[in-house]
């Protein structure tokens, strides 16, 4: 069944002042799409060519299944969302702008969407072009995939995609149904943390291909390259989001345990790159004690439980350990200059 607008899968592209590799973006989606496909390009204010490069693109492309949406800057979860409310496709998927999917990306997803046995069809991405999926016609059945069944209260089956807690938000398709009327926290960072773990709750059916469909490009423009102080504010908020719901859906919390301490590490890796050390704000604390109180511990290890039930402690060591270490480099630089 596809949507009464007839497209089966909307891909949503926000963009912002990424000029120089939206147009080999547009290139590698364009080059297995169909008809049953629209494409939703949400233009965020961006201030150098790339809106020009799209239209550029689309010029000698004549294309009937693209929406081209221009806002003044907002920030990429309100673009998301713009994304979302021009989406009319059964499914729903995302692709940032300056990354490739594979030449088989549509050829592979597209029957698995038809189909409709799955609420999300989830994939690998790698940051290395060259091992990006190709379908060799010499290999047989080179597509290795798992279907993830959920029955009742039993959400055993997502403890490995917990674990992992891959929650990058370009190697998913969603049902339009799973996502219902969730939307992206706007003004916030590391939206995909915030958003993808709820989505999985709401399955029955989901399909987890293991190949390498999407490159991810790593540039100077990335969260990752480029940390803010309000970075750790938001994987707190996402543990703050996660603890919150699992008080309202107790059969959830061993899974749910697992994307709480994965927020706590990434929280305090973040808070340790961009201050020196584990420097907890106050409403830090008090969300650490309280996803702790929630936690499913028989599946913590014990050294991360210390950490979160005495934090106050875990601050204070970081604190003298990059206190002393900063006191030795200060003094070896003085002396060698």
Known sequence: MISASGYLLSIIIPTYNNAEFIADTLTSIHQGITDEVEIIIVNDGSTDQTEERINAF???KKCDNIKLISQK???VAITRNVGLAHATG??????DSDDIVCPDYFTILLPKLKSGKYDIVEFNLTRDINKLYQNKSDTKNSLVQ????????????LLPTFRAGQWHLMTKIFHRDVIGMDRFEEHRRYEDVIFCPFQYFKCRSILKIENKLYYYRLN????TENIIDSDADSIFFAMRKMYNYVNKNKA???????MIINCFLEGRKLLRKKKGYYRYSESMLND?????????????????ILKMKYPHIDRSISEIRYKIIS??????FRKVF
């Open 58 to 60: 689309y010029r000698e």
């Open 220 to 223: 100077d423009k990335s969260i």
């Open 146 to 157: 798992q279907e993830i069944i959920l029955t009742d209260d039993n959400y055993a089956p």
């Open 252 to 258: 959830k919390r061993t899974v749910a345990t697992l």
């Open 327 to 332: 006191g030795c480099k200060n003094l070896f």
């Open 90 to 95: 059964k499914y729903i998927g995302f692709v």
């Open 73 to 75: 800057n907002q920030g």
């Open 288 to 304: 650490i004690q309280n996803a702790l109180a929630c936690c499913d511990t028989k599946i913590v290890k014990k050294k991360i």
